[in-house]
Every structure is written in structure tokens, then in C-alpha cells.
């Protein structure tokens, strides 16, 4: 009969590290946005140069995610990948089929607000986690 | 499609998680392919053969229960 190894060397130890490694990412992108955003109001009065280095600063860190997250979703493993881009697709369905209306609505002045691409970012970030919680719980 | 990878597992006393380290995927991916909620891609289904030293047909069937050897005796295949 064949043994094996006790678990928690493989797969599961490498996702953890991807997962913490593009949490890291996540958060490095979320600090330079905030930065880029308030920084020329609150810390150096619009000076331009710091602003243009913040920016900079925020497309870096951007592309360091952007490879990160690819490295995270070449990492999982089939169904995992499954289930993460069918949240993926369906995000992205969900910001098409949201955005395309509620930016004509306004540029009509149907709705009320201004079609921010915040609120946009907020509905897709919505759509994947539920998406994600829903595609991990069927296949549980 | 049917498997007999819970059996397989439980004739040599592997958790989920020792299989999963095993085939290199993640416990649920185990979980989602002994249910049958999951249909593994043929290379993981020839790394599961490997790992059992048996051939794919003999652990993964189609809905009929016919392996390859089966199919292979259809007359209209």
C-alpha cells in the first residue's frame, strides 16, 4: 500500500503564499491610489512634480498587481481557476451591462448622480466576491 | 461522469487532503471530483492513474459506467 506524505507542502502552502503576495499588491495599490488621489490636496499642495511621482508610482504598483494577480490565477489549480474566472466573467458582464446604461442615464440627466467610476469599481468588486463565495460553495 | 476515486482512497487509507498534495490540487478540487460535481481535465485524470498505478478507464467512467474498453467494443464506434 502506498504512502504518502503528510498534506500541507504543495498546493495549498504555494496558493497561501501567491494569495498573501497579491494581498500585498492589493493593498501597496490601494495606499498609492489613496496617495495619488488626496496627496495633492493634503500633502504637497499640488506641487506637480509629486504629483506626476505619485501617479507614476500608482501605474507601477498597478502592473506589479496585475503581474501578481496573473501569477495567482496561473497558480490555482482546475476547478479553483474554473471558478475564478467565471467570477471573472461574470464581473465583467455585470460592469458592461450596469456601466453602458447608468453612463448614458446621466449623460442624459435621467439619474440624479454623476456616474462615477467609483460606484462602477464598487458594483464589480460586489459582483466578484459574491460571484467567487457562490462558485466555491457549489463545489463544495 | 463516474469514479472510483473515494474508494481507490479509502482502500489505502489517504485523507483528502494527503490525495490533494498527492495529485498537486487543492482538497476541494478531491471533494468536487469523488461527488461528481466535477469532471477532472485528462491530465489530471492520467496524474490520478499514475498515482494509483492503474489505467484512466478503470478509475473514471462515463454516465453508462463504460470505461474506454467498453466503448471500444460498441460496434457503431
Not at chain 2, 53 to 70: P, Y
Request: hydrophobic share 45%; proline share 3%.
Amino acid at each position: 500500500m502506498n504512502q504518502l506524505s503528510p498534506p500541507g507542502s504543495g498546493y495549498e502552502s504555494r496558493i497561501r503564499t501567491n494569495m498573501i503576495r497579491l494581498a500585498c499588491w492589493n493593498g501597496a495599490w490601494i495606499g498609492t491610489c489613496a496617495l495619488m488621489s488626496f496627496g495633492p490636496k493634503l500633502l504637497w499642495n499640488r506641487a506637480l512634480l509629486l504629483t506626476l511621482l505619485a501617479v507614476g508610482t500608482n501605474v507601477g504598483v498597478g502592473v506589479g498587481m496585475l503581474l501578481s494577480n496573473k501569477k495567482y490565477v496561473e497558480g490555482l489549480d482546475e476547478l479553483q481557476r474554473k471558478v475564478y474566472l467565471n467570477a471573472l466573467a461574470i464581473t465583467v458582464g455585470v460592469g458592461l451591462i450596469a456601466g453602458v446604461p447608468i453612463s448614458v442615464m446621466a449623460g442624459y440627466h435621467v439619474i440624479p448622480c454623476k456616474a462615477d467610476i467609483a460606484y462602477l469599481m464598487m458594483l464589480m468588486s460586489l459582483t466578484f466576491l459574491v460571484s467567487m463565495l457562490y462558485g466555491t460553495r457549489r463545489y463544495r | 461522469m463516474k469514479n472510483r476515486l473515494k474508494v481507490l482512497r479509502a482502500e489505502r487509507d489517504w485523507t483528502q487532503a494527503q490525495l490533494a498534495d498527492a495529485l498537486d490540487v487543492s482538497r476541494q478540487t478531491i471533494n468536487a471530483i469523488e461527488t461528481g460535481k466535477f469532471d477532472p481535465s485528462l491530465q489530471l485524470a492520467f496524474r490520478a492513474a499514475r498515482l494509483f498505478g492503474m489505467r484512466i478507464e478503470e478509475i473514471f467512467h462515463d454516465e453508462d459506467g463504460l470505461g474506454a474498453t467498453e466503448i471500444k467494443k460498441d460496434p457503431y464506434a
